[in-house]
């Protein structure tokens, strides 16, 4: 099956600076790729996704990088807020079911 | 739109007993819809994908006798945690897909439940 891996852990940078958080996955059958954001308490919350045919995408400060030769996908968030602050997740999804990294806390110290 | 909604938010049941867990979908018809398990600072675990009038498929690992799964229309799948036991106490969120291929997912709010 498929199996994703997210690195870092954990992450804290100052308010301001971009924070990047890195993906990859197994199966090359893997098409679609969300990132998901979890406040504490609070259900995941999709903030970003991108399919297999776009390398890249943004939205405001926040972009997504897909490279399926290496079959790895990045999220970038730029200029950073403490209202950022929460753990992100990352997703490959094949014939509609998702399998989940383990998660990026991300802290922005104001 | 996409609106998913999961009830209870919360739950407290003895041990032994079974608890039903509600995840609608509002505003669309969701063919699929997953349940998801997960574990204070841990990843969401995928139990098992719920299709509407069939028997759901259930992840490895993932004892279909105890956690029952019914997806009776296209916007209503119930997941029944049977026996409950101390070591299900865990947060339980459903997911909807709307129609078919890869789509973003709408989560449902959550269920914490927690078996004492």
């Known amino acids: 099956g498929e199996n994703v891996e997210q690195h870092p852990s954990t992450l804290s940078v100052q308010e301001g600076d971009s924070a990047v958080i890195k993906c990859t996955y197994s199966?090359?059958?893997?098409?679609?790729f969300p990132w998901y954001k979890q406040e504490l308490g609070k259900r995941p919350q999709l903030i970003i996704d991108?399919?297999?045919?776009?390398g890249e995408k943004k939205d405001q400060r926040i972009a997504v990088t897909l490279n399926k030769t290496a079959k790895h996908f990045s999220l970038h968030i730029t200029e950073t807020q403490p209202e950022d602050s929460a753990v992100y997740f990352c997703a490959a999804s094949t014939e509609g079911k998702s399998t989940f990294g383990d998660g990026t806390t991300l802290t922005v110290k104001p | 739109g996409a609106v998913v909604s999961q009830h209870p938010s919360r739950v407290i049941c003895k041990s032994g007993t079974s608890v039903k867990i509600e995840c609608r979908s509002l505003?669309?018809?969701?063919?699929?819809m997953f349940w998801y398990r997960q574990f204070p600072k841990q990843s969401l675990m995928l139990m098992a994908t719920s299709n509407e009038g069939s028997k759901a498929t259930y992840e490895q690992g993932v004892e279909k006798d105890k956690f029952l799964i019914n997806h009776a229309s296209l916007t209503l799948s119930t997941l029944t945690v049977t026996s409950a036991h101390p070591e299900d106490s865990s947060f339980y969120i459903c997911?909807?897909?709307?129609?078919?291929?890869?789509?973003?997912?709408?989560f449902g709010s959550g269920t914490r439940l927690t078996v004492v």
């Open positions: 997911s909807a897909r709307r129609g078919a291929g890869n789509y973003g997912y709408t």
């Open positions: 199966d090359s059958a893997s098409n679609y």
């Open positions: 991108i399919r297999s045919n776009v």
């Open positions: 505003d669309f018809q969701a063919t699929t």
